[in-house]
């Protein structure tokens, strides 16, 4: 059964702005953390930026200052805001989040985000 579930991708020129969502089938227990993780062609899937459990937000610094992720809300919903893209942030694009307050993590199926 499907847990989380990304949306928002497409196709963007370079220097656009999109906005990815992560939405949850329940609750997401936002103490744990949530994060954004992507993987381009050929690559391993990398780390893009998260916030804590701590609510603190740290972001690769190939993205930092271009990219924000949301708090979560509505319970089961948080964002990931990219602005200035750039061709090499072309991948395909997941949610991470725990739904559960023993801070097991789920995983989206991933979006596509196509930057030209």
């Known amino acids: 059964h499907v847990q989380l579930v990304e949306s928002g991708g497409g196709s963007v020129q370079a220097g656009g702005t999109q906005t990815l969502r992560c939405r949850a089938s329940?609750?997401?227990?936002?103490?744990?953390?949530v994060g954004w993780y992507r993987r381009e062609p050929g690559k391993e899937r990398e780390w893009v930026i998260t916030r804590n459990r701590a609510n603190r937000v740290d972001s690769h610094r190939s993205v930092r200052g271009r990219f924000a992720i949301s708090e979560v809300y509505s319970y089961n919903t948080f964002d990931l805001y990219m602005t200035d893209l750039k061709v090499e942030d072309t991948a395909v694009y997941s949610c991470?989040?725990?739904?559960?307050?023993?801070?097991?993590?789920?995983w989206g199926q991933g979006t596509q985000v196509t930057v030209s």
């Open positions: 991470k989040a725990s739904l559960d307050d023993d801070c097991t993590f789920q």
């Open positions: 329940k609750t997401i227990y936002a103490p744990c953390g």
